[in-house]
């Protein structure tokens, strides 16, 4: 129970101890403390941010969707409309085409039918011509009787 | 272990003999003066020191091995210790500067760690030390080893001298040298009271190591003794049940004490920096 030259060395003791704790554990400490305390802090604020950057893509997302029904309705509308012009439009330019060839092959009959009766007309007067001979039993001059053969084929 | 035999026999020799520090400077087993600078108390040197080393080796191992994202078990164990005594400077001490938390901590874990000799049982290590001592000098009866480095003024002033310099320097670091003289004269009864301010203002500072020394040696060495008397309980086999339940109760019960008064020692040295920060001219009483 006494105060002796020990307490020089305590006091040496206790000043080298406090510098190499300060040093070697408080201050790397206090550093980890707050890097971890401001991480723990801005993974914090990113969570909240990634939170609402979600429900802001959520929302988004729902509007594309939105729209891209509508303009998916849009489309096929169009199309169904496109659809019934083109079968119309078919329908006409067939209707037309029929109509077309129906008169080409018309007119081409009535060609046919007229130059038959042509045909048939260059021949009757030598066939009228022939029979007669025939009937009467002699030689009938066609140039006399041209009059009357042209009548005769002009009926047919 | 030839110090059992006189515990038996003589009790008061034995509690003396546990009283005597292993010194140089001094006859084994003389009375010292109770301010003698020619004597140096080896044991409480070297114990202390040694304590020192280990807490020191254990910071430097763990603090270069930090980590934020994985701590490992005995960095979690430091940080909660860390962060309690900064929560305390904190608290009490808002604007306190870097070199207050280590200060605090490193009182708080020393204090803790000189106290813990007391847990050993008291025969323990100056047994071991007379057996070499007759081993290799002579008569263990002149063997003398104090465990536990606060049972002693020198170690617990060590640290309260150390306290009353950093007050004066925190004092003349917020006020000045003159504001620090100031508050010798004008406080705590206003100028006109001066030289009765100044006895007042030199006792208040001076109470402060001292309490701070007094209180940690008068628990420390309380408990010292209170387990050399249980350990003369050993004089017979039949109080031998007594003694282990006795030294079980007071160890458990010390448990609290160790740590309690290194706190108490933490936060008064933290209280009484504060205190020596506050603000110039401004009294705070």
């Not at chain 1, 029979?131 to 047919?156: R, S, T």
């Amino acid at each position: 129970m006494n105060i002796t030259a020990t307490l020089i060395g305590q006091v040496i003791v206790f000043a080298i101890l406090v510098w190499f704790i300060k040093g070697v554990l408080w201050e790397p400490m206090m550093k980890v403390l707050d890097d971890r305390k401001a991480r723990i802090a801005s993974g914090l604020a990113a969570a909240e941010k990634g939170k609402q950057e979600e429900e802001v893509a959520r929302q988004k997302a729902a509007d594309e969707l939105k729209k891209a029904k509508q303009e998916s309705a849009d489309i096929i509308a169009q199309a169904q409309r496109r659809a019934t012009e083109i079968v119309e439009e078919a329908k006409n330019t067939a209707l037309e085409e029929a109509n077309r060839v129906k008169s080409a092959a018309t007119a081409e009959l009535d060609q046919e039918v007229s130059r038959a009766r042509e045909g048939l007309r260059s021949q009757v007067a030598a066939l009228a011509v022939d029979g007669a001979q025939k009937i009467l039993g002699k030689e009938i001059d066609a140039k006399v009787h041209a009059k009357v053969l042209d009548e005769l084929a002009a009926q047919i | 272990m030839s110090s059992v035999e006189p515990a038996i026999s003589k009790p008061v020799e034995y509690i003396q003999h546990h009283l005597n520090n292993w010194s140089l400077g001094v006859e084994p087993g003389q009375q010292v003066n109770i301010v003698d600078f020619g004597v140096f108390h080896l044991d409480v040197f070297l114990f202390s020191a040694a304590l020192a080393g280990i807490f020191a080796y254990v910071a430097w191992k763990i603090g270069s091995n930090l980590s934020a994202d994985k701590p490992s078990g005995a960095q979690n164990a430091v940080e909660a210790v860390v962060e309690f005594v900064n929560q305390q400077v904190q608290d009490i001490f808002p604007g306190a500067d870097r070199n207050v938390g280590p200060i605090a901590i490193t009182i708080f874990i020393w204090v803790i760690l000189m106290n813990s000799m007391d847990l050993l049982p008291v025969d323990l290590l100056p047994g071991l030390k007379a057996g070499i001592y007759a081993w290799f000098v002579g008569d263990p009866h002149h063997s003398y080893l104090k465990v536990v480095p606060t049972t002693n003024l020198d170690g617990t002033f060590g640290l309260a001298i150390c306290v009353f310099f950093l007050i004066i320097y925190y004092n003349i670091k917020s006020k000045g040298v003159v504001g620090y003289l100031k508050s010798f004269l004008y406080h705590p009864f206003g100028k006109y009271a001066m030289p009765f301010n100044i006895i007042m203002t030199v006792i208040e500072e001076i109470a402060k190591p001292v309490s701070l020394g007094l209180r940690l040696f008068g628990n420390m060495f309380a408990g010292e003794l209170l387990f050399l008397l249980i350990a003369l309980l050993a004089f017979s086999v039949w109080a031998m049940p007594a003694q282990i339940a006795l030294g079980t109760l007071w160890a458990i019960f010390h448990i609290l004490v160790v740590n309690l008064q290194a706190f108490i020692f933490m936060l008064l040295t933290i209280v009484y920096l504060s205190l020596a920060s506050q603000g110039g001219h401004d009294e705070h009483h």
